[in-house]
């Protein structure tokens, strides 16, 4: 039999028996579809689109300006022994922590199609820089979720010092294969004028971003039905079979499987329980990133020829270690102790943001970050010109 109907004829059985139960469940739950699609949207247009467009606006401005480079040449002495990639990678791990996924990952790969880095440094990138924004986790999950500014707070410094151990491993990956310093050479990175850089850079941005909400769509739409289905219900019964050993219930396996699939229906949905398995569910979520932002990585790489490999184990491994690093802060540092006001009423403000506020906070942000990169540039240039008129003299 299995010589009659080859591999590809079961792919196809699966995909049209998949294809038609989806079909079938439209059908039978249309009410749920467009609630879901509702509620995509809204979070689309009052989260997505405001923090993370003027982000993406400004990675691509920093990248096809050159000013990556500036940046590499102050921190290559930091990049280069720690995780093996040229100074020029900086700049995708400080947009990564700043501005969320996928900011980090689209960041990465166009400084490799930019010819700044080599594929070996770009897939180490892949593995490390792609991370949670603090305004995601400072304000939905921490003031949102667990109703702390401190658990926000530790959630985030165990997802920073996560990223960076794990940056810190793939140094490793591929071995033979050495960054790209100055030294020795490349591709000559040409820089782009500004009025075409700024032209591609905000239409490009809005591609992404509108990428980004496409996904965002499916897959809210894709859990509300397989909840409504029963069939998530039935995956974390199998999940719970898998994982009794580990004291893993019915409860906490779908709230894991929902998080696997989309990290901010699985963060929102740890309103009970104890809190320290929460927490580290919950760091676990924000390292894995999900299977959304997964496939929104997956368009960015297009035919770029870069492995998604290294970045999925990456964040699997993100996720581990975050989840450990999260335990122990939260046994050192107690969760009923004092936090600043401040940093609560931050939280809180982030949580309770609308479109306009968002916007014009996120928009600030980057620009920030962009004139903290164009003074970079203006030092580095006076530099190289008083080194070299000091030759001159």
């Given at each position: 039999m299995g010589r009659i109907v080859g591999k590809e004829r079961y792919r196809d059985i699966l995909l049209g028996a998949g294809l038609l139960w989806a079909t079938l469940a439209l059908i039978l739950w249309?009410?749920?579809?467009?609630?879901?699609?509702?509620?995509?949207?809204?979070?689309?247009?009052?989260?997505?689109v405001p923090s993370l467009f003027p982000f993406f606006v400004l990675s691509s401005l920093v990248v096809e300006l050159g000013m990556s480079r500036y940046l590499g040449r102050l921190l290559e002495p930091?990049?280069?022994?720690?995780?093996?990639?040229?100074?020029?990678?900086?700049t995708a791990l400080a947009l990564g922590f700043v501005g969320g996924y996928p900011v980090g990952a689209q960041t990465a790969i166009q400084i490799y199609q930019n010819g700044q880095c080599s594929r070996a440094e770009a897939e180490r990138m892949?593995?490390?820089?792609?991370?949670?924004?603090?305004?995601?986790?400072?304000?939905?999950?921490?003031?949102?979720?667990?109703?702390?500014?401190?658990?926000?707070?530790?959630?985030?410094l165990a997802h920073l010092a996560a990223s960076l151990l794990v940056g810190v491993l793939f140094r490793f990956y591929k071995p033979r294969e050495g960054p790209?310093?100055?030294?020795?050479?490349?591709?000559?990175?040409?820089?782009?004028?500004?009025?075409?850089?700024?032209?591609?850079?905000?239409?490009?941005?809005?591609?992404?971003?509108l990428k980004i909400c496409a996904f965002i769509l499916f897959?809210?739409?894709?859990?509300?039905?397989?909840?409504?289905?029963?069939?998530?219900?039935?995956?974390?019964?199998?999940?719970?079979?898998?994982?009794?050993p580990l004291g893993l219930d019915h409860t906490w396996s779908e709230r894991l499987l929902t998080g696997l699939i989309e990290v901010s229906s699985g963060v929102s949905s740890l309103t009970d329980g104890t809190l320290t398995g929460r927490l580290s569910m919950a760091a676990f979520m924000l390292g894995w990133a999900g299977v959304s932002v997964h496939c929104q990585v997956l368009a960015f790489l297009g035919?770029?020829?870069?492995?998604?490999?290294?970045?999925?184990?990456?964040?699997?491994?993100?996720?581990?270690?975050?989840?450990?690093?999260?335990?122990?802060?939260?046994?050192?540092?107690?969760?009923?102790?004092?936090?600043?006001?401040?940093?609560?009423?931050?939280?809180?403000?982030?949580?309770?943001?609308?479109?306009?506020?968002?916007?014009?906070?996120?928009?600030?942000?980057?620009?920030?970050?962009?004139?903290?990169?164009?003074?970079?540039?203006?030092?580095?240039?006076?530099?190289?010109?008083?080194?070299?008129?000091?030759?001159?003299?």
């Amino acid at each position: 039999m299995g010589r009659i109907v080859g591999k590809e004829r079961y792919r196809d059985i699966l995909l049209g028996a998949g294809l038609l139960w989806a079909t079938l469940a439209l059908i039978l739950w249309p009410e749920q579809a467009m609630d879901a699609m509702r509620d995509g949207l809204r979070l689309c247009g009052n989260v997505i689109v405001p923090s993370l467009f003027p982000f993406f606006v400004l990675s691509s401005l920093v990248v096809e300006l050159g000013m990556s480079r500036y940046l590499g040449r102050l921190l290559e002495p930091i990049m280069v022994p720690l995780f093996r990639v040229n100074g020029s990678c900086a700049t995708a791990l400080a947009l990564g922590f700043v501005g969320g996924y996928p900011v980090g990952a689209q960041t990465a790969i166009q400084i490799y199609q930019n010819g700044q880095c080599s594929r070996a440094e770009a897939e180490r990138m892949l593995a490390f820089c792609n991370n949670s924004g603090p305004a995601f986790i400072l304000g939905v999950v921490g003031a949102g979720v667990f109703g702390s500014g401190t658990a926000g707070l530790l959630l985030y410094l165990a997802h920073l010092a996560a990223s960076l151990l794990v940056g810190v491993l793939f140094r490793f990956y591929k071995p033979r294969e050495g960054p790209r310093t100055r030294k020795r050479g490349g591709p000559q990175f040409q820089a782009a004028s500004f009025p075409w850089a700024f032209t591609r850079s905000v239409t490009g941005a809005l591609q992404s971003t509108l990428k980004i909400c496409a996904f965002i769509l499916f897959f809210t739409v894709f859990l509300r039905i397989l909840a409504r289905a029963g069939i998530l219900t039935t995956l974390a019964r199998l999940l719970s079979a898998l994982l009794a050993p580990l004291g893993l219930d019915h409860t906490w396996s779908e709230r894991l499987l929902t998080g696997l699939i989309e990290v901010s229906s699985g963060v929102s949905s740890l309103t009970d329980g104890t809190l320290t398995g929460r927490l580290s569910m919950a760091a676990f979520m924000l390292g894995w990133a999900g299977v959304s932002v997964h496939c929104q990585v997956l368009a960015f790489l297009g035919e770029s020829g870069l492995s998604i490999g290294p970045y999925v184990a990456g964040k699997l491994l993100h996720g581990g270690l975050s989840a450990l690093i999260v335990t122990l802060l939260a046994r050192i540092w107690p969760l009923s102790g004092p936090v600043s006001y401040y940093l609560v009423e931050q939280a809180e403000a982030i949580a309770q943001l609308d479109f306009h506020r968002a916007l014009a906070i996120s928009a600030a942000v980057a620009w920030g970050v962009w004139l903290a990169f164009l003074a970079l540039a203006a030092y580095m240039v006076k530099k190289s010109s008083g080194k070299s008129r000091r030759r001159i003299v």
